[in-house]
Nanobody, 123 residues
Framework: QVQLTESGGRLVQAVDSLRLSCADAGRTVLRYNMAWFRQAPGKEREFVSGISRGGTQTIDADSVTGRFIISTDNAKKTVFLEMASLKPDDSAVYYC????????????????WGQGTQVTVSS
């Protein structure tokens, strides 16, 4: 059974860096395409970054390109999101999700979701 657990979110200052983790007790990162989404208050959940099964391909939203990096540690069955040069607009609950395929940016491409971790960036 897939069970995703995010961690690492906290309050940071603008331009700081932060690393989020998404762990699963199973072998999710090897069997699924993995992604990070975020949702700010009053806004729709939006795609942030994705990494293909096996880690051969990554894709980022334009808003985070050059600042965020998604990666996996297959041995630890964990997906990471390295975030740099954080801005107040990056404040949101960040969710990890697993997909068998489909459009990266579409929520319904993802069968499994974590509970989220809060990231707050102060100016």
């Amino acid at each position: 059974q897939v069970q995703l657990t995010e961690s690492g979110g906290r309050l940071v200052q603008a331009v700081d860096s932060l690393r989020l983790s998404c762990a699963d007790a199973g072998r999710t990162v090897l069997r699924y395409n993995m992604a990070w989404f975020r949702q700010a208050p009053g806004k729709e959940r939006e795609f942030v970054s994705g990494i293909s099964r096996g880690g051969t391909q990554t894709i980022d939203a334009d808003s985070v390109t050059g600042r965020f990096i998604i990666s996996t540690d297959n041995a630890k069955k964990t997906v990471f999101l390295e975030m740099a040069s954080l801005k107040p607009d990056d404040s949101a609950v960040y969710y990890c999700a697993a997909s068998n395929g489909g459009t990266w940016q579409r929520l319904n491409s993802y069968a499994y979701w974590g509970q989220g971790t809060q990231v707050t960036v102060s100016s």
